[in-house]
């Protein structure tokens, strides 16, 4: 299976997934009573999915991952190989020693394996002496055991011709009769291209028997963490019931959020507790005393502006009441002011300004000192009223 498959797969379980969530959702007109039938349709749609669509790629997650490792790894990988003696071992060797990132193939001989036992020792060690004379490129022939002979090949020997010597042994002799010959090979391989030459292997009479490396360590390091397959089926039937828990319960939690929000844009921030700058005068005249503000009324007061606006610095009611445009005098001001005083009425202008005032305001208090005396009388023939609060009305 290759990546593209592995990535068609998991698409379809996310297409599963979105059908769960999206009945789920349903719940405003199936009734959420429906819960149970809501859970085991999650569950159903999630076991059979990971049964179907995802425990068919555990099989091909140890090369997928090898796939990914091997272009972060340097060095040399070694893959071990069984070749098919029905064909030229010689023509195998050079096809796979001819792949590309292939360093070198290495053998160490033949293994051969008979029908039964000999008929005396001197029987069987005829029979090691025959195979051995019969080709230069064999070593030596082993006994390993449960009638099977290990005929050890010379460095960079023929290994065709080594096969076709014990064949005419076993045709020319009546030694016993031969079950079956197989050839194992080592290759030294690059890293980084693992995949491609294992690949490459298969298609030459040739069936992969191990890879050890970096690149095998580091992904079975990996692999040793992904669940198999019963537990893939269990976690996929759980993704299935959460997935439909979160699209029955998307409602509430989406309508309960939102009023959270609309309760938070309504306190009081701690920009709004602070208390405003009034100006006296830039509002309108009018019953501010009887006028409330409701809880929600953010709009400020027109006889106030907010010290946080960028616009308060530049307005012109700034200045009111403050010292900005004072102006200290010095001693050429009073100088010239002497000046003026002299001009205007010479040495005893200052006294008669005085007596000019003293008199003005004697004229003008006895018409005040009039005024009183008669609102003091009008308001004693009045009838006292007691003055009773008002209620507020609610």
């Known amino acids: ?65 090898r796939t990914l490792v ?37 053998y160490e001989g033949i293994t051969i394996k008979v029908d039964g036992n000999f008929d005396s020792n001197n029987a069987q060690s005829n029979f090691e002496t025959a195979i051995n004379n019969s080709n230069d490129n064999i070593v030596s022939v082993e006994d390993t055991g449960n009638n099977t002979f290990f005929v050890r090949i010379s460095e960079g020997g023929d290994p065709q011709a080594v096969l076709n010597s014990i064949y005419g ?28 030459i294992m690949s490459a292997i298969s298609q030459n009479n040739a069936m992969i028997v191990n890879v050890s490396g970096p690149t095998e360590d580091r992904t079975n390091a ?36 939102n009023n959270r929000k609309r309760r938070n844009s309504r306190r009081e921030t701690s920009r709004d507790r602070i208390k405003r700058k009034t100006v006296p005068g830039t509002g309108q005249k009018n019953n501010s005393k009887n006028r409330r503000r409701s809880k929600n009324d953010k709009v400020p007061r027109k006889d106030s502006i907010d010290i946080f606006d960028d616009s308060f610095d530049q307005s012109p009611k700034q200045n009111i009441g403050s010292n900005k445009n004072f102006k200290e005098l010095s001693e050429d001001d009073l100088k010239t002011r002497e000046k003026t005083d002299e001009n205007k009425g010479g040495r005893f202008s200052g006294l008669s300004n005085i007596f000019r005032r003293s008199s003005g305001n004697n004229k ?9 005396e008669e609102k003091h009388n009008n308001s004693s023939k009045e009838r006292k009223v007691p003055r009773i609060k008002p209620k507020r009305r609610e």
């Open 169 to 196: 042994v076993f045709s020319e002799g009546t030694y016993t009769n031969l079950r079956y010959t197989a050839m194992t090979a080592n290759a030294t391989v690059e890293a980084n291209n693992v995949t491609n």
């Open 1 to 65: 299976m290759d990546a593209l498959t592995i990535v068609i797969m998991l698409i379809l379980f996310v297409i599963a997934m979105i059908f769960v969530f999206s009945t789920a959702l349903l719940t405003p007109y199936i009734g959420k009573k429906n819960l149970i039938t809501v859970v085991l349709l999650g569950l159903i749609v999630g076991v059979v999915g990971g049964a179907f669509l995802l425990s068919p790629i555990m099989d091909d997650v140890p090369d997928f991952t």
């Open 222 to 257: 990996i692999n040793q963490y992904m669940p198999d397959k019963t537990n893939v089926i269990l976690i996929s039937g759980i993704i299935g019931v959460i997935v439909a828990l979160a699209g029955f319960f998307i409602d509430s939690i989406y309508t309960f959020r």
């Open 70 to 106: 091997e272009d972060s790894v340097t060095g040399s990988d070694v893959i071990e190989m069984d070749l098919s003696t029905n064909g030229n071992l010689t023509e195998i060797i050079q096809n796979i020693s001819s792949i590309h990132g292939v360093q070198k193939v290495e």
């Open 364 to 372: 003008k208090s006895e018409p005040r000192k009039q005024e009183k």
